[in-house]
């Protein structure tokens, strides 16, 4: 195989018109490149003089033009045949990344002229070289996607908007598509006169053509890889931020007034993160476009420009969505301030960014709304993610680091993505917040080199490992190596058993803790142990007795370590005294409280600042001692577990003042009622809750008048929507929700009123929706056996067939925000079904997962789909018959591929027993070349093909003892 030359790419120019009708593109794209000078084999005619470049089989590539003068190029030929080959998935995964690492050096190659390798000025490189491609596209195989009107969708605006991913530029126009070339970029993009298009950049100028089209020329003056071009091109409506004046925000025809509203954060956001990471007021971009258009993935960056999509868009009467948009935009933000501005050194690099993005984002959660919602949305970030932590690789992980490599995709999935934000934050506990800080701002000026650096001894430790490269260095590339470098110099502490415990290797620390206090000796004694994979490091333990709180850092280097505590107690005889707690303020607690009468030790907490990944078991721990952390306690996530543990206790004292307290984190009061309502040693859970709903939203004078809807408080939102869901939680002695219950949803249902209310209610319709099928779980015993339900129940669910059927026709008469009455009424669907209540009909879960339905529809349908697949024993291949060739289907959305394959990449295993065809059709496509264009769908593919593949092919068939039918056949729901 002939030597590849190796260069620098130094700028490159692309000027494409973009024709929406025929969703294709034509154009010409000029690269300026410097080859890597050796003068020794220059002289001898030994340098190699082919190079390589990156384009798409699908990329039509007219001519090549060096030096005024067209020369010959041939496509490259990459290694499908061991692709094609692969037996199993671990030599599938080695056949992908070679193709991968070969397609990287180009898959179109061509000889440089001999004239055109001449030594320049410079004796590190020869003198650069303009290399001019012409090209055309029809229907790009991805990067780009086209939308546009259809039969269903005859007003759907035409546009067309890059897509993101890794590999992805290569698709739509020739480039060098690999993170470390970075050059400078001008941009030319031509349209018809009616259309906007919108690039990365800065906007220079805007010509207008004789046939009326114009060409809006851009400039990017900050080197950016090719993968982080992008553009959108339609009828945009552009609204300037009234703060910032080099932030525009664009949208489609009739939703700038959403836009107006969804964005009003954004300013605030940006000033955030721009303080988190210790920079001017100024993006290292000299602009910023946010366009939201027509698709289903809610984010897709690159430098300058933010395409997001139009659901993220809502109201001011919408409460609900504006969580997710603000989190959307504030990693928008983020996204502009990192990820392409530095970029990792190779793959397996990519956590770093990826995690300080997810950092500033839990910056700005935490600085709009506060430091409980920060500290407990952190504790779910690091539960789920111990919950996916299974069979994935670590955070730092090369190819030959084992047996079955990591894909380039794989770096920077969603839960890499999420793991690496948890480590950030865990690292940031670790040095220190302002240190931390630090570490950020100095890493966001790596691009410029030692000049940025003038005067700090920083960059002696950071220069170490670049200095190794002998041409073009770019200081914008960033190491893992480096970057605990960094940590280590700015934070004054030694980080390796940091990154062997959270970077270098994957789980999580699975702590049992056991404690008990000796009155004999005054002896707290406190035992942790790892039964799973044993982490070592500083664990931190909060001790809180009746006098005061205490801290200790337990240095932990096996399975099975022991904490012992002497505590000293001043006026132990005293009934009622003041008490100091962790944050120094004082309470008063009555000693009778206390666990047992000579304990002095009111609660014990582990790891309070959350600075391990990690999930905690208290084992033995006194009702008292939850009750005391439940009341008391200041860190919400603490408290937060104290409360959900008194479900297990009769003593729900604690629970109904948590309940009840108005000033404590919301949160906490939600936790507090669902585990009332789980409390099975509780007398009357369900009366409580009615009671409790009653006296908040009845009126006061008629017991079963409904009030009418009223969100200006939002605690009261979130208690009016939350507690309908815990009150079918409620269970009486045999397992059964209590009639009463039922009746009484099915009341709020009925009496709903939302006149006069400022805030729509159709996410509380919802929730009650989804509860009433929750309330018909039927008990253990009634399930295993089959037995049928009694008249009263069964008029019952009657009623609420009736309620599901009528929500789900005047949903498509009047549609709710992107139909989540409609997906609410799936959910209850699939609950039904799954107690089996009512036959299951994939007939309509079929017509919802249907291209002619909004895409939460059609999410919400795939899920219930594959969990059904999961569940289902007779149909199990009808299910993938539906879901798999939609995963595949080129045409198909890419968000809503991604979503299937998703779907089923974490089903388990036994899921596939009874589709033998499964492990064949699965590892089938992932041998198909076209499969690989997008790696981020091709990574779950294998993923999907590993669980099928350890699958225990069955055939079984069981009965199905159904009871009722829906009332009406209900199909999709039109597309809006």
């Known amino acids: 195989m002939a030597a590849m030359l190796k260069f620098k790419l130094l700028q490159q120019t692309l000027n494409v018109a973009i024709d929406l009708p025929s969703h294709s593109l034509r154009g010409e794209t000029t690269l300026l490149i410097a080859p890597i000078a050796d003068s020794k084999r220059l002289a001898d005619l030994s340098l190699p003089r082919r190079i390589g470049i990156n384009a798409h089989r699908g990329i039509n590539i007219s001519s090549i033009t060096i030096e005024d003068a067209q020369i010959e190029f041939s496509r490259a030929k990459l290694p499908e045949g061991p692709i094609a080959a692969a037996a199993t998935t671990v030599e599938l995964r080695r056949a992908v990344l070679q193709f991968h690492r070969k397609a990287a050096e180009g898959e179109v190659a061509f000889d440089l002229p ?29 990067g780009l996607c086209f939308v546009g009107p259809d039969a269903r969708t005859p007003d759907r605006p035409a546009h067309a908007f890059t897509t993101g991913g890794l590999a992805s530029a290569r698709a739509w126009f020739p480039c060098i598509d690999v993170a470390w070339q970075r050059c400078h970029w001008e941009l030319a993009v031509t349209v018809s006169a009616d259309l906007t298009a919108v690039a990365s950049g800065l906007l220079a100028e805007q010509t207008t053509h004789a046939d009326g089209r114009r060409t809006f020329h851009y400039t990017v003056p900050k080197p950016t890889a090719a993968m982080h071009i992008g553009l959108a091109v339609g009828p945009f409506m552009a609204w300037p931020d009234p703060v910032i004046p080099y932030v525009t925000h664009f949208c489609l025809p009739g939703l700038l007034a ?18 988190a990471l210790r920079l001017d ?39 609900d969505p504006s969580l997710e948009t603000r989190r959307h ?43 409980n919602e920060a500290r407990y949305w952190a504790q779910k970030e690091m539960d789920e993610v111990c919950d996916m932590d299974k069979n994935q690789f670590p955070l730092y992980c090369t190819q030959s680091a084992t047996q079955t490599p990591p894909l380039p995709a794989e770096h920077v999935s969603a839960f890499a993505r999420r793991k690496a934000g948890v480590v950030m934050r865990m690292l940031e506990h670790r040095i220190g917040h302002d240190p931390f800080a630090e570490v950020l701002h100095k890493l966001v000026l790596l691009p410029g080199g030692p000049a940025a650096f003038a005067g700090d001894t920083t960059w002696d430790v950071l220069s170490a490992e670049i200095k190794s490269n002998q041409a073009f260095i770019d200081y914008g590339l960033v190491s893992t190596a480096q970057f605990f470098a960094l940590v280590q110099s700015v934070g004054h502490m030694e980080q390796d058993t940091f990154r062997a415990n959270w970077v270098d290797r994957s789980g999580f620390a699975q702590l049992q803790v056991r404690y008990d206090f000796q009155s004999t000796s005054n002896m707290l004694r406190v035992e942790i142990t790892q039964t799973g994979p044993v982490f070592t490091g500083t664990l931190h333990v909060g001790v809180q007795d009746v006098d005061r709180f205490v801290a200790h850092k337990v240095n932990v280097t096996s399975a099975s370590t022991i904490l012992t505590h002497e505590i000293t107690v001043k006026n132990r005889r005293t009934k009622k005294k003041k008490v100091i707690i962790e944050n ?26 959350q600075a ?17 952390q439940a009341l008391y306690e200041r860190n919400v996530a603490a408290q937060a577990e104290a409360t959900w543990q008194l479900r297990n206790f009769s003593q729900t004292g604690a629970l109904k003042k948590l309940a009840d307290a108005e000033q404590t984190y919301y949160e906490v009061r939600l936790r507090a009622l669902r585990a009332i309502a789980l409390c099975k ?30 969100s200006s408080q939002l605690l009261d939102y979130y208690l009016q929507k939350a507690i309908p869901g815990y009150l079918a939680e409620v269970r009486d002695s045999e397992g059964a929700c209590p009639e009463p219950v039922i009746s009484f949803l099915l009341h709020l249902y009925t009496y709903n009123d939302n006149t006069g ?18 309330s018909f779980q039927p008990s253990t015993s009634s399930a295993s056996q089959h037995h049928p339900i009694s008249s009263t129940r069964r008029q019952l669910l009657a009623q609420v067939l009736q309620a599901i059927t009528l929500t789900m026709s005047s949903d498509k008469l009047v549609p709710s925000r992107h139909f989540v009455l409609t997906s609410a009424c799936l959910h209850a669907l699939a609950t039904l079904w799954n107690y089996h209540l009512i036959p299951p009909q994939l007939d309509i879960l079929e017509a919802h997962a249907g291209e002619a339905n909004l895409t939460p529809v059609r999410q919400t349908a795939i899920t219930l789909l594959a969990e059904l697949f999961a569940g289902t024993k007779t149909e199990s291949k009808r299910i993938w018959a539906i879901l798999f060739p939609m995963a595949m289907s080129p045409a198909a959305d890419r968000f809503i591929r991604l979503h299937i394959l998703s779907c089923l990449s974490v089903l388990p295993q036994h899921a596939f027993e009874r589709v033998p065809e499964a492990r064949f059709s699965v590892l089938s496509e992932a041998r198909k070349p076209e499969n690989l264009v997008d790696q981020a769908l091709h990574a779950l593919l294998i993923r999907v093909a590993e669980q099928a593949s350890s699958a225990t092919v069955k055939r079984s068939v069981d009965s199905n003892p159904l009871k009722m039918s829906l009332p009406l056949k209900l199909g999709g729901t039109p597309r809006h």
């Not at 120094?584 to 600042?609: F, G, H, K, N, R």
Request: charged share 20%; net charge negative; aromatic share 8%.
């Open 329 to 371: 935009l504030s990693q928008a933000i983020a996204m502009q301030l990192l990820t392409h501005h530095i970029a990792p050194r190779a793959g397996e690099d990519s956590w770093i960014i990826e995690g300080a993005v997810m950092y500033i984002v839990g910056e700005c959660m935490r600085r709009t709304l506060g430091e």
């Open 258 to 275: 959403h836009l107006q509203h969804s964005t009003t954060i954004y300013s605030k956001f940006l000033n955030i993160a721009l303080d």
């Open 757 to 774: 209310n400022q805030a729509d209610d159709v996410f509380y319709v919802a929730s009650l929706l989804r509860a009433l099928a929750v």
């Open 114 to 142: 001999l004239s055109a390798l001449q030594p320049s000025d410079d004796p590190n490189v020869m003198r650069s070289v303009v290399v001019k491609i012409e090209f055309e596209v029809q229907h790009p195989a991805g």
């Open 281 to 319: 007021r100024k993006l290292p971009f000299v602009s910023h476009y946010l366009v939201f258009v027509d698709c289903a993935e809610p984010l897709a960056s690159f430098s300058s420009i933010s395409v997001m999509s139009h659901l993220l868009l809502h109201s001011a009467r919408m409460i």
């Open 584 to 609: 120094s303020d004082e309470i008063d607690v009555d000693l009778s409280e206390c666990p047992e009468p000579a304990s002095p030790v009111m609660w014990v907490t582990v790891d309070p600042e």
């Open 681 to 710: 040693q509780m007398d009357g859970p369900g009366e409580y809750l009615m009671g409790y709903f009653r006296k908040l939203f009845f009126l006061s004078n008629e017991e079963n008048i409904v009030r009418s809807n009223d």
């Open 612 to 628: 391990w990944l990690r999930r905690i078991t208290m084992v033995d721990v006194q009702p008292k001692s939850w009750d005391l």
